[in-house]
Nanobody, 123 residues
């Protein structure tokens, strides 16, 4: 089991940028798939991106493609989500999550979740 803590959310004007962090604890971190999801009130949880420990990633959904990019610092067991050209539609609670090794865009495939960090994009 891995423990995840997100940080880096906040309030930003449309067109601005934020970098979210997902800090993972657990000695098997490098063997996990880490995914990013977001959820706005009244909406289903939406897939954003996912990466395998060896660097393999899913394709980005059209809603974020070209604007969001994942990176990682293995030494710090931290995954980053760089969010550029933010839009009001990006407003949501952002979560990172882990599963045991299968790249997946389905939230049901993930077993461990962080507490979430709020991202609010103003007009």
């Amino acid at each position: 089991q891995v423990q995840l803590v997100e940080s880096g959310g906040g309030l930003v004007q449309a067109g601005g940028s934020l970098r979210l962090s997902c800090a993972a604890s657990g000695r098997t971190f490098s063997h996990y798939v880490i995914g990013w999801f977001r959820q706005a009130p009244g909406k289903e949880r939406e897939f954003v991106a996912a990466t395998r420990w060896n660097g393999e990633t899913t394709s980005y959904p059209d809603s974020v493609k070209g604007r969001f990019t994942m990176s990682r610092d293995n030494a710090k067991n931290t995954l980053y989500l760089q969010m550029n050209n933010l839009k009001p539609e990006d407003t949501a609670v952002y979560y990172c999550a882990a599963n045991t090794g299968s790249l997946s865009s389905s939230s049901s495939s993930y077993n461990s979740w962080g507490q979430g960090t709020q991202v609010t994009v103003s007009l």
